[in-house]
């Protein structure tokens, strides 16, 4: 059984920086045959994807609003996955989970995911 355990979050400042990362284990096949997705869900509001990995790292996506800001990447090595998330606004505040699939969104390098039991998560709080 898949077990993700996300790490990273904290408190900063608007315009700072942090690194998530998502570390993997329980995989009946190897790693890269994963796809990868961050989402994050900020205080009543619904959960959202904010970026996904191809299993092989050579395909990514990011919603609109972090483009240009957040940056994914994955160590297939070390079975983890990165969120480097810079430029970071009072609208980052939430609660990041990543979640991992065999399966993918048509067309897409995001994994495909139904009824997901969802990790803790790492909380990001941007405040001034």
């Not at 972090?66 to 998330?85: E, P």
């Amino acid at each position: 059984q898949l077990q993700l355990v996300e790490s990273g979050g904290g408190v900063v400042r608007p315009g700072g920086s942090l690194r998530l990362s998502c570390t993997v284990s329980g995989f009946s096949s190897g790693f890269s045959f994963y796809a990868i997705g961050w989402f994050r869900q900020a205080p009543g509001k619904e959960r959202e994807e904010v970026s996904c990995i191809s299993g092989s790292g050579a395909g990514t996506n990011y919603a609109d609003s972090v483009k240009d800001r957040f940056t994914i990447s994955r160590d297939n090595a070390q079975n983890t996955v990165y969120l480097q998330m810079n430029s970071l606004t009072l609208e980052d505040t939430g609660v990041y989970y990543c979640a991992a699939s065999r399966t993918y969104i048509s067309g897409t390098p995001c994994p495909s995911i139904s009824n997901y039991k969802w990790g803790q998560g790492t909380q990001v709080t941007v405040s001034s």
